[in-house]
């Protein structure tokens, strides 16, 4: 998911740094309570490991432009169900800024942007996840449901900042509502492939036992809460 260079005007792009930034404190704090929780070593593995899973989601995997952005399977309920929220998060930054730096440099304006649109509906999945799903129920033990209303609050979260950042730089002329529309629908059709990729990623999960108590891996993915 790449906003479109130029979308937003040089004088207008201020507003990005200040959520991205918001957005960066808060996946510190939960980087804090991560190490406090599994440990420093964990925290590290998990996140360069899904540093090296969103670059390969954002440049190796097909992502096609479509209206104001482009449409990735940025898969990031099964990051943060896997991996946790705070290593999640850290993929996300990281994989997208190695992506931005060495193969997009026309991205890099627009990080703030991309950063925001991928971390915000993140920590609001990982919130609805504590509220959804009972505290005595692994991962593993996840139902259509439930993976269907995460990815949905992810990816809609996503579809709405870029919505936002695309009326916040071009306004609401016909043309570019008419994009944001066409890039909403064809993005929200990821909503309907990611649950299954969650629940067939927490089944291979459920049928390696042997990774219970792996640091690499989430404990709630074995453990209830």
């Not at 896997?82 to 890099?108: E, N, R, T, Y």
């Not at 936002?164 to 016909?174: K, L």
Request: charged share 10%.
């Amino acid at each position: 998911m790449h906003i479109e260079p130029g979308l937003v005007d040089t004088t207008k792009i201020f507003l990005s740094y200040a959520t991205a930034t918001t957005a960066a404190l808060y996946a510190t704090k939960l980087a804090v309570d991560a190490v406090k929780q599994d440990g420093p070593l964990a925290l590290i593995a998990r996140a360069f490991l899904c540093i090296g899973l969103v670059f390969c989601f954002f440049e190796v995997a097909p992502h096609h432009p479509v209206g104001v952005s482009e449409v990735h399977l940025i898969l990031g309920t099964t990051l943060m169900l896997i991996f946790g929220v705070a290593p999640a998060a850290i993929g996300l930054m990281g994989g997208l800024l190695i992506q931005s730096v060495f193969f997009a440099q026309q991205d890099l304006p627009q990080y703030g942007m991309n950063v925001t649109t991928l971390l915000v509906p993140l920590f609001a999945a990982s919130a609805l996840a504590r509220r959804i799903v009972p505290a005595n129920v692994a991962y593993v033990d996840l139902t259509y449901g439930q993976a269907f209303k995460l990815s949905a609050a992810y990816q809609g979260g996503i579809v709405a900042w870029v919505a936002f950042w695309a009326i916040y730089g071009r306004g609401v002329g016909m043309e570019n509502m008419s994009q944001i529309a066409t890039f909403g629908v064809a993005y929200m059709t990821v909503v309907l492939v990611e649950p299954l990729v969650d629940l067939g990623v927490l089944a291979a999960a459920k049928a390696l036992r042997r990774l219970q108590g792996n640091p690499m891996v989430n404990l709630r993915v074995y453990s209830a809460a």
